[in-house]
């Protein structure tokens, strides 16, 4: 086996500009230069392995994935998250799993699917008398917040929801682990200890959000919502963890998948008739555009110890990252891998992907919300392709943005219009 490319030194400090200001084709440029793994290396214990080979993947995510956990890599969330279920490993991990799987039996959906048709046709009314859309991830990513908020905590009270976005995202932003490392390789350059940061903003939104996920809890242990119905007998502190973890992984990533899936309708018309046809050709079309599009663009772990894996030896405190961007356009896995053909699903569905399709996850840490955020996102497309037709508005590739949840770096606009039936 050929030894594993690393990237260091002015080689590393050349592609810096490349990776922050056009990430994911970069990215998947090394990828398939590379065979799927090189290492970003600078210096000791600061080795970023960067993969995009189905077997690795497995590896990883299945056969040794005691030893890759998640935790360290996203500690600066914990600020937020607490010990929720997002960012805990081994046992904390799985009694908070535990306890919130119930409420995610297809017995508890169709209320929530109700709320879910009920914005969405809200924010339908909306766009149809405009006939232009601005700024379509902003309307998504407040509407699908609204869902949540309503249909898992059942509150009704007044909510600021750019407000809660906007902090939401600040504080995303500053913690993720993109941010960590480039602050890193910018210390070095400008040789200082560390980099000033607004911490009095950073503690605000840190302090608002948890005011917020308080008032829910308020309310739902007043009401019959899914949320208290289910974990309202645990302690206070989980509760509030529990929360604010919903919040997190519960409307943004499903609001990413939803806008790239109505951008791809809008890019190819005639894929919306097909979905006001055949209700699976919606899945179809859901899970090519998460395909090429994948809400969650990498999966971070680091291990605990020492491993070795195809003469591959990884030093333990390694940091590794599965680079899904680039796993679902990998020419070996899918054909075309660039054209936008939802037909690729039709025979098979996913089956048989489980390692070169992770737009969930894979492994015992696949998305918890796998069931729901698929029923959701089938009503919601089914909802849309019924009512409307739209076009897009700008580039059938948009720029993206790699956050923590992939978006695009300026949003994208639609021409809509309604259909008569």
């Known amino acids: 086996m050929a030894e594993t490319p690393h990237i260091r030194g002015f080689k590393l400090i050349e592609r810096i500009p490349f990776l922050i200001g056009n990430t994911l084709p970069e990215l998947h440029r090394l990828a398939l230069k590379h065979d799927g793994y090189y290492v970003f290396d600078g210096g000791p214990h600061q080795q970023l392995h960067v993969i995009s080979k189905p077997d690795w993947v497995k590896f990883i995510l299945k056969d040794a994935a005691s030893n890759f956990q998640r935790g360290p890599v996203i500690n600066a969330l914990k600020p937020l998250l607490g010990d929720g279920i997002f960012i805990t490993d081994q046992s904390p991990w799985k009694s908070r799993h535990d306890a919130l799987k119930p409420a995610l039996k297809e017995d508890a959906f169709e209320p929530y699917l109700n709320i879910a048709r009920e914005e969405m046709e809200r924010l339908m009314d909306q766009w149809i008398s405009s006939q232009t859309v601005p700024n379509v991830e902003r309307d998504i990513e407040r509407c699908l917040l609204k869902i949540l908020v309503r249909g898992v905590f059942g509150y009704t009270g007044e909510v600021h929801w750019d407000e809660i976005i906007l902090r939401h995202k600040a504080i995303l932003n500053a913690a993720g682990i993109a941010r960590q490392k480039i602050d890193y390789y910018v210390r070095k350059v400008v040789g ?46 989980f509760q509030r963890d529990m929360v604010l973890n919903i919040l997190f992984a519960g409307y943004d990533t499903t609001a990413s998948a939803l806008s790239m899936t109505i951008h791809q309708l809008g890019a190819h018309p005639e894929w919306q008739e097909a979905c006001r046809k055949d209700q699976i050709r919606i899945e179809h079309v859901i899970q090519e555009s998460m395909r090429l599009y994948p809400p969650v663009w990498a999966l971070f772990r680091q291990n605990e110890e020492e491993v070795r894996y195809e003469d591959e030896v990884l030093l333990a405190n390694t940091y590794v990252m599965i680079d899904v961007y680039s796993l679902h356009r990998q020419p070996e896995q899918w054909e075309e891998p660039l054209t936008f053909n939802p037909n690729r699903f039709s025979k098979t569905g996913t089956k048989g992907m489980a390692f070169t399709y992770l737009p969930f996850g894979q492994g015992q840490r696949m998305c918890i919300g796998k069931p729901l955020a698929m029923r959701e996102l089938t009503e919601l497309v089914k909802t849309l392709t019924a009512c409307m037709s739209w076009t897009l508005n700008g580039d059938r590739h948009p720029s993206l943005r790699t956050d923590i949840i992939l978006k695009t770096k300026k949003g994208f606009s639609l021409s809509v219009r309604k259909l008569r039936r």
Do not use: C, M, W
């Not at 200082?192 to 840190?206: A, F, G, M, S, W």
């Not at 608002?208 to 119905?229: D, K, M, W």
């Open 192 to 237: 200082k200890k560390r980099l000033p940061r607004n911490v009095e903003r950073y503690q605000d939104d840190l302090q608002y959000l948890e005011l917020f996920a308080n008032e829910i809890l308020a309310h739902s242990s007043t009401q019959s919502s899914v949320f208290y119905r289910y974990i309202g007998d645990q302690s206070a502190e």
